[in-house]
């Protein structure tokens, strides 16, 4: 791993890739609040969907996520940025990684600093914050386009105006009273799903800390008893050079129980639905025959379909809108599948699902959706999903 200086750059991958900013968390230590910024070759935001941060934790391109605060790569806690440089758009010139700091000054934050890392884990990059003092905002650092490929620089740049000052120097409109800020930690422990209030699709609402393993092979994995039981919750998993990918739920032996995704392709990057046990963690069998990295997130870090989606392979959507027609099509030759998932609020039986298209090789169907719920997509290839046919 290289260790940068203040505005040193080198190359990196043009690949998948995992940025942590990390810090030692403690009595007094404000918390921070990692954003990524996707600019053009003005250096501006083309729209304010080129911010992703808590609020907005997925570009419209599905590039760039936020995945939330976890364990850091080396210890303490972090804030995560997962980025695919190989699909971000030709438009964008410079994703720019930067953070706020609640509640006081990145000058209180000790062992603060940015990691570049390959989804298996293997570092690139680290910089070392070591000169910040009153600044509420920080840009730790860019990845840029350079000759057909892709660098990352340490910038370390301060700013005392807090994150709102640091969008609108970047070309995001924010109003005073309603800068992005921070939201407050929520209790613990947090509520099941049955608790929460004010959304037909109250899973939203529910956050715990990303979850990440990485292995090859078979491998059964538990996952922390922290997540909230009866909760619905997103599983990615990514695999490139596979031959195939296959993901299950267990039972209360750890025996293989429900088929939540299998893949074909040889780069996968998938996505699908898990519902945590009220008696027990969640536990998932993933085989794979090359290393494979899984993650299981908060149903809040799946994509929203307003209006139009594209995507490629298994997905997880969001669908919040009303009654109505789904137009569905297809460019792979095997299986496409979309399922829609709507809550009960019935522990024994938490979901009703409707399957909305089967068909095998390339489609062009409308099929009718009953109203808010989770899209389950299956796909070998590449789809487009729209809402009113």
């Not at 190359?11 to 998948?16: C, Q, R």
């Not at 129980?257 to 008696?279: I, M, Q």
């Amino acid at each position: 791993m290289t260790q940068m200086a203040k505005g040193s750059n080198l190359p990196v991958p043009t690949e998948t890739l995992q940025v942590a900013v990390s810090w030692q968390h403690g009595p007094g230590v404000p918390d921070v609040d990692v954003s990524a910024l996707l600019l053009d070759a003005t250096g501006r935001v083309r729209s304010d969907a080129d911010l992703v941060f808590y609020n907005q934790p997925a570009h419209p391109s599905g590039t760039v996520r936020h995945l939330g605060k976890g364990e850091g790569t080396g210890g303490g806690t972090a804030d995560w940025i997962w980025l695919d440089l190989a699909a971000v758009e030709p438009a964008v010139d410079r994703v720019v990684v930067s953070a706020s700091a609640d509640g006081g000054r990145f000058g209180q934050i000790p062992q603060l600093d940015i990691r570049v890392a390959l989804p298996a884990g293997q570092p690139i990059a680290s910089f070392a914050i070591t000169d910040a003092s009153t600044e509420t905002a920080f840009v730790f650092g860019e990845f840029y386009r350079r000759n057909g490929s892709w660098k990352f620089r340490a910038v370390g740049q301060g700013y005392d105006s807090g994150l709102a000052g640091l969008a609108t120097d970047f070309g995001i409109s924010v109003e005073e009273e309603q800068a992005p800020q921070v939201p407050p930690a929520p209790p613990m422990p947090v509520p099941p799903p049955a608790q929460v209030q004010g959304s037909p699709l109250p899973d939203l609402a529910v956050e715990f800390p990303p979850f990440v393993h990485q292995a090859t092979g078979k491998h059964r994995v538990v996952c922390p008893p922290s997540m909230p039981p009866g909760c619905r919750v997103v599983v990615e998993v990514e695999c490139r050079r596979s031959i195939s990918v296959t993901v299950y739920s267990c039972d209360e032996y750890g025996r293989t129980d429900e088929l939540l995704l299998d893949a074909y392709e040889d780069e996968v990057h998938g996505r699908t639905l898990a519902t945590v046990p009220h008696d027990r963690p969640l536990s998932l069998s993933v085989e794979a025959d090359k290393p494979w990295t899984l993650r299981v997130l908060p149903l809040c870090h799946a994509r929203r379909l307003a209006h139009t989606l594209h995507g490629q392979g298994p997905d997880l959507l969001v669908y919040e809108g009303p009654a109505g027609v789904l137009s569905f099509t297809h460019q792979g030759e095997s299986n496409f599948t979309a399922w829609h998932h709507t809550p009960t609020g019935n522990p024994d039986w938490p979901d009703d699902i409707e399957l909305l298209v089967n068909e095998v090789g390339r489609l062009d169907v409308l099929a009718p959706v009953q109203g808010p719920g989770v899209l389950r997509i299956g796909a070998d290839g590449s789809w487009t999903i729209s809402v009113g046919g």
